[in-house]
Nanobody
């Protein structure tokens, strides 16, 4: 089992920045692919970004490329999402996810955090 706890969400004005963190516990963090999903009101959950266990591979959905950066610190069992140039359409509940396979981290990840709210005001 892997437990995931997100932090760092909140309210920010458009153009601002936030950094989300995800603390992982349980099985060996360093061997899991990690990522972030989000769900906006009335919309489906979508993958936002993902990173392989070695950080060699990353994935970003088109709408956040150039604005969001995913990173991880395997010594601290922590995943990060640095979000800059935030837009009102980034408003959503953000979920930290983990999967033992890179192939499925942006599709059907095995483990999910509880989620946290990010609200971007215009």
């Amino acid at each position: 089992q892997v437990q995931l706890v997100e932090s760092g969400g909140g309210l920010v004005q458009a153009g601002g920045s936030l950094r989300l963190s995800c603390a992982a516990s349980g099985r060996t963090f360093g061997r899991f692919a990690m990522g972030w999903f989000r769900q906006a009101p009335g919309k489906e959950r979508e993958p936002v970004a993902a990173i392989s266990w070695s950080a060699i591979y990353t994935y970003y959905t088109d709408s956040v490329k150039g604005r969001f950066t995913i990173s991880r610190d395997n010594t601290k069992n922590t995943l990060y999402l640095q979000m800059t140039s935030l837009k009102p359409e980034d408003t959503a509940i953000y979920y930290c996810v983990a999967d033992s396979k890179w192939a499925t981290i942006a599709g059907t990840p095995e483990y999910w955090g509880q989620g946290l709210q990010v609200t971007v005001s215009s």
